[in-house]
């Protein structure tokens, strides 16, 4: 890959900043290190705004990316409540806007490769476990995430049809419930770890009660995210099939919310009172993926125990705190 240049579409988010910080600590020339003639282009949303075809064209014309990686999207924090149908035609819209401009985009631009990141909410709600990367299509996703999931599911709909149609190397990639450094912590719109870290810090901060909500017993894999980054990197050097793949730890590495809880307390020394409200809903109680594909493929994959990265978050978000995104004003 001499002579390349990855744009990361998103590139100031979770996700993206994973990645910088791969290529940039990882030994160079290493399969996940920077390897010589490489550059990476880490654009925000403010250098373009991606439902936009001519800035599209702008962003991909500014930087002439022979690969991409596309991790932008409109999420859920923008809109507190899903019920509305607006909140809903808007994620659906607009995702299919900045999917749809990259995808054309890359093709017009000649990327020699293009991965694009989908979610497991793409999948059935009425699914058998555990999820496999054939299962996608089987089903309508759950209500409520109506339109982003169907946005998303769209962009292996049209991988396959740029692959079949212009033999384009486009693909995607599957996440599980990722974490870490850089995370939105926001307490109204954050997911589950990033909103308990919050949380237990403003009760010891405060010396208040640090509640959890729901019973505690639902079952989660959460991936690190800068093991998720270099799976990305594997992907974009490795991986050369249309078909998506799922990016997750095993399914024997389930962690229970309770699980978090308790490791959040002890990475954030929280001493005060610390209880679960059962009165408030759990949620689904599990929904396993499997990791079968990923680990055949690069002949295994060593995660980072799940404690450890949790204090790398910790530490990072008590260190960051004034900057982090946390929905301060």
């Known amino acids: 890959m001499s002579n390349t240049v990855v744009l990361i579409t998103g590139g100031s988010g979770l996700v993206g900043q994973a990645i910088r910080h791969v290529i940039e600590t990882e030994p160079e020339g290493s399969r996940f290190g920077k390897k010589p003639g490489e550059t990476w282009i880490f654009a925000s949303s403010s250098e373009g705004d991606l439902r936009d075809p001519a800035q599209t064209r702008q962003l991909f014309e500014k930087y002439k990316p022979t690969h991409v990686i596309h991790l932008a999207a409109l999420v859920g924090g923008l809109f507190k409540n899903m019920k509305y149908k607006a909140s809903r035609l ?24 293009l991965i694009s990141c989908l979610s497991t909410c793409v999948f059935p709600d009425k699914v058998e476990y555990p999820l496999d990367e054939h299962k996608i299509h089987s089903g309508p996703p759950h209500e409520s995430n109506f339109g982003y999931a169907h946005a998303k599911r769209m962009v292996d709909v049209q991988n396959h049809a740029y692959k079949e149609e212009f033999g384009c190397n486009f693909t995607s990639a599957i996440p599980t419930n990722v974490f870490g450094p850089h995370d939105n912590f926001d307490l109204e719109d954050s997911h589950v770890i990033p909103g308990l870290i919050h949380k237990c810090y403003l009760a010891k901060k405060n010396n208040t009660p640090f509640v959890v909500s729901g019973t505690g017993k639902p079952l989660r894999q959460f991936i690190f995210s800068w093991d998720l980054a270099k799976l990305f990197i594997w992907m974009l050097r490795e991986y050369d099939d249309v078909e998506p793949v799922i990016l997750s730890v095993g ?44 680990l055949t493929l690069m002949n295994g994959f060593e995660f980072t125990p799940f404690e450890k ?12 705190y004034d ?6 004003v």
């Open 90 to 113: 808007t994620f659906l819209r607009d995702n299919i806007l900045i999917n749809d401009n990259v995808l054309q985009t890359s093709y017009e631009r000649k990327a020699q490769k």
């Open 251 to 294: 399914e024997d590495e389930e962690v229970s919310i309770k699980e978090v809880a308790d490791a959040i307390v002890k990475a954030v020394n929280f001493r005060g009172d610390y209880t679960f409200d059962t009165s408030r809903a759990d949620g689904q109680f599990r929904k396993p993926a499997s990791n079968k594909k990923l």
């Open 309 to 320: 990265a949790l204090d790398i978050t910790v530490d990072w978000f008590l260190k960051n």
């Open 323 to 328: 900057t982090a995104r946390t929905g301060k």
